[in-house]
């Protein structure tokens, strides 16, 4: 794959289910570290970097904190399919959602949060849409990982490079013990936005990757790394941190010409600036990612290769693994 500095984001980043019964999820705690600090509890594997490693993080600990607070997600884990209400019914959760907004006509019909969301001081949103067209994963992660498709909805672009791929994938399914799909992308990248009059520039250093499910479901997944990672860091001016605790875009068929996609953030945009100033900003990001979907899945010209030719070589060729908006 040519490793490219063309992307850019803006905002960004188990459980054993009963087969037939509704499930009761409980709410997690983050007590269990993604990335442990301690070198001998580490697990790390190459990238295509000679002498760096990445370091993986604990897949069940990321994926239960997932399928917490994203059901879709547990439909796409468990191979089913049925939508947003049977996702609602069946993976239950003592979670306490927000309404931010109910807006059945819209592309993006239902936003939810829940504020200071583990006591990290920022709020965690969901977002809930339909789209018609064909369930393609990595499709829908160009519009984040890819320049072009970037800056047909998002002006804040400025900078993502995917700075180390992983060597070989089958190390990360091996690590997450093939419980959750199959992963066709992992890396670390480096992200910046541009400054404006109201905030400067924010940088990011986040593994992230996408897995794909045999129904044709998936799950786009993000991370911050740990100050401990910083060294990764590439050699140019340092900008406020920005962290994203944690990220998910799941994709669920509803049949061959529809599918359901969750949208899960919670980000930390550092800095001094309040949550009620950022968030807002924030949703309607998300909000124009959606609207640009749905345009791009209608047109069956722009889908066509998408579905004729080998999913693998058109990621190599189109995708930077870097989110996240």
């Known amino acids: ?33 993604l990335f442990p600090e301690q070198r001998t509890m580490q697990k790390t594997t190459p990238s295509k970097t000679d002498g760096v490693e990445i370091e993986l993080p604990n897949f069940n600990e990321l994926f239960n904190r997932i399928r917490e607070v994203s059901p879709l997600s547990n439909m796409a884990i468990e191979g089913e399919l049925g939508g947003f209400d049977v996702a609602d019914e069946k993976y239950k959760s003592d979670l306490k959602w927000k309404k931010v907004e109910r807006k059945p006509r819209n592309t993006v019909f239902q936003i939810d949060k829940i504020d200071n969301f583990q006591g990290l001081g920022c709020p ?11 369930c393609v994963g990595v499709k829908f992660a160009e519009f984040i990982m890819n320049l072009e498709e970037r800056a047909k909805w998002d002006p804040q672009i400025d900078e993502v490079d995917e700075i180390y791929p992983i060597y070989d994938v089958d190390a990360a399914n091996i690590a ?34 996408i897995q794909d499910f045999p129904n044709k479901s998936c799950v786009i997944w993000g991370t911050e790394l740990e100050e401990w990672h910083n060294h990764l860091m590439p050699d140019v001016e340092r900008h406020t941190r920005a962290k ?79 989110m996240t908006p």
């Open 124 to 134: 965690i949103v969901r977002w809930r849409s339909t789209i018609e067209g064909p």
């Open 1 to 33: 794959m040519t490793i490219t500095r063309s992307t850019s984001i803006t905002f960004v980043l188990g459980l054993t289910m009963l087969a037939n019964a509704p499930t009761a999820v409980s709410s997690f705690a983050v007590s269990n570290p």
């Open 244 to 322: 994203s605790h944690l990220f998910a875009t799941t994709l669920v068929p509803r049949g061959p010409d529809s599918f359901d996609v969750e949208y899960i953030l919670q980000l930390e945009v550092g800095g001094k600036i309040p949550n009620f100033l950022t968030t807002p900003v924030m949703i309607e990001t998300v909000k124009q990612m959606f609207n640009h979907a749905k345009k791009t899945f209608a047109d069956e010209q722009i889908m066509k290769p998408w579905l004729e030719k080998d999913i693998d070589v058109i990621t190599d060729e189109k995708l930077n693994l870097l």
């Open 176 to 209: 997450m013990g093939w419980k959750y799909g199959d992963c066709k992308r992992l890396g670390i990248g480096y992200c910046q936005t541009k400054s404006n009059p109201i905030v400067d520039g924010r940088e990011q250093l986040i593994l992230c990757g």
